[in-house]
C-alpha cells in the first residue's frame, strides 16, 4: 500500500514521523480539513480505492469521501458519523490483521452467496420434477436462510478467533 500523512502540524514533526514511516510515505503538513479533501479526491482519481485514518473532527470530511474511513480514538464511544469503522489506538497496529479480516470475511460471504445458489438450484430442481411438495418447500426455505447466516456467522467468528481478533 503507498502510505501519505496529512496532518495539520507543522514540519517540526517530520523526524518523529519519518521514524515511524519511513522516507517512502508521502508527508504533507499544514493541512486544513478542506486540503485533506482535496488529497482524497485526487487520489481516488489517481488510484483508485483509498483508506483515511483519522483522529478528529477536521477529518471528517475526508473521511467520508474516503472509500473506507477509520477514526481512531481513546474513547469508542465518541459520536464519529463520518467513519466506517472507529478503531482503538492501542489497536492500530493491529490495522494490518483487519485488513487481512476484511479479504477473509469477504470470501465468506461469497461462500455464503454460493451455499445459497446451490440451495435454491436444487429446490428449484425438485420442485420442477414433483418431488417436493409445497409444504416441504415452505420448510426447507426457511432451513437454507437459516443454515447460511449459521455458516456466515460461525466462519466469520472462527476467523476472528484464528487471527485473534476477539
Not at 489517481?46 to 474511513?69: E, F, K, P, R, T
Not at 465518541?78 to 483487519?98: E, N, V, Y
Not at 476484511?102 to 454460493?114: E, G, N, P, T, Y
Amino acid at each position: 500500500y503507498d502510505f501519505s500523512i496529512l496532518t495539520g502540524d507543522n514540519k517540526s514533526e517530520e523526524q518523529r514521523l519519518m521514524g515511524l514511516f519511513g522516507n517512502a510515505t508521502t508527508y504533507r503538513f499544514k493541512q486544513s480539513p478542506q486540503d485533506k479533501l482535496e488529497y482524497i479526491v485526487d487520489m481516488q482519481k489517481q488510484q483508485g480505492h483509498v483508506m483515511m485514518i483519522g483522529d478528529g473532527l477536521n477529518d471528517a470530511g475526508a473521511l467520508q469521501q474516503s472509500d473506507i474511513g477509520i477514526t481512531v480514538t481513546d474513547d469508542t464511544s465518541h459520536f464519529t458519523p463520518a467513519s466506517d469503522a472507529i478503531m482503538t489506538s492501542s489497536a492500530l497496529g493491529d490495522l494490518p490483521k483487519f485488513l487481512g479480516f476484511a479479504k477473509v470475511s469477504q470470501r465468506i460471504v461469497v461462500a455464503a452467496f454460493l451455499i445459497s445458489f446451490v440451495y435454491n438450484i436444487l429446490g428449484i430442481g425438485f420442485a420442477l420434477t414433483g418431488n417436493l411438495t409445497p409444504l416441504i418447500a415452505a420448510i426447507l426455505m426457511p432451513l437454507s436462510s437459516i443454515s447460511v447466516v449459521v455458516f456466515a456467522t460461525t466462519a466469520t467468528n472462527l476467523m476472528a478467533r484464528i487471527n485473534k481478533l476477539t
